[in-house]
Structures are given as structure tokens and as C-alpha cells.
């Protein structure tokens, strides 16, 4: 086999609980399997490091398809309907 990968499954590390998250395969987990924390967005165990001043930052690119992503707002509480004042004795 000529082909070899340039770099070794580096576990990922919860961003949460710290825990290193091995990637076979070179698959990592969607979610921590430890508490749950979404992990699509968590790369190597690497130190984010600023080195480009002024580079703009990239969109989180969906790096895994399929996975559900949850909704950012709260489904908000239905409104009473105006006029409607709460008489209750
Ligand atoms: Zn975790």
C-alpha cells in the first residue's frame, strides 16, 4: 500500500468534559459519548491558535450531513390573545 494517511487518528477532546474522544477511522463522534455534547464542530485536540490576523472567519461548514442540528431559539409560548385579561376570582 503506497498510500498512507499524513496524519494519525487524533482523538478529539470534549470541549465540556475534557474527555478524549477517539476517532477510528478517522470518524470522529458527532456527539460526546460521555455527556452529550455536540462535537461536529470540535476538531483535533489541537490548540485554536489565532495565527492569521484578519483572515475571516469560516462558517461552520457542515462537516457532517445529516446530522440534525437543534434549533437555536426556544419554541416561544403561544400568546394569550389580546382583550383577554386574566379575571379569576
Ligand atoms: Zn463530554
Redesign the pocket.
Known sequence: MCFRPAVVNMPIE?P??H?KIPVVGGVKQKK?P??G?DLTSVTAAAPSAPSAPGAPAAPSAPSAPGAPRAPHDAPSAPHAPSGTTDKKD
Do not use: Q, R
Open positions: 470534549c465540556n468534559c474527555k460526546c460521555h455527556c455534547t
